[in-house]
């Protein structure tokens, strides 16, 4: 009997433990994507995006389908350093859901001198795709 409960006990701490290792991973995804985006490198911040056709961005413009696509949105939307500004985050939520997904909850902002300051908030799902964790799911407003 003993011995199930330090096993059932293993398991519950090695969860929690893997849970915390995602979740700061995906900390970290989403500081590097600032940090690129703050350097004007977009591909470099598309680089955390999943590269298909399944990746959806959602906005108050409606979904944009699509790795290439999304990319073009954001290279229109934000075509020099001046309009892409010095963006900030604030995680509110990250919930490692299963081993394989995860929901991101934040605020962004956009600060931009003489184009005016833009922000709002977003939701992630990410997946864990060969130990990577990408975004499968932006819903930006």
């Given amino acids: 009997m003993t011995g199930k409960i330090c096993i059932l006990l293993f398991i519950a701490f090695s969860s929690l433990a893997q849970t915390n290792t995602d979740e700061a991973a995906i900390r970290t995804i989403l500081a590097t994507q600032n940090k690129l985006w703050n350097q004007g490198d977009i591909p470099g911040f598309m680089a955390y995006y999943h590269h ?3 990746l959806k961005f959602i906005s108050k413009n409606g979904i944009t389908q699509g790795w290439e696509a999304t990319l073009a949105r954001y290279q229109k939307s934000y075509p020099n350093q001046e309009a892409m500004g010095q963006l900030t985050f604030d995680i509110l939520e990250v919930d490692v859901t299963a081993a394989k997904t995860a929901w991101v909850i934040g605020q962004w902002n956009l600060v931009r001198p003489k184009l005016g300051d833009v922000g709002g908030h977003f ?13 499968f799911r932006d819903h930006t407003s």
């Avoid at 939701?123 to 975004?135: Q, R």
Wanted: zero cysteines; aromatic letters at 6%.
């Fill in 52 to 54: 298909s056709n399944d």
């Fill in 123 to 135: 939701t992630l799902l990410l997946k864990k795709v060969k130990g990577k964790w990408l975004i």
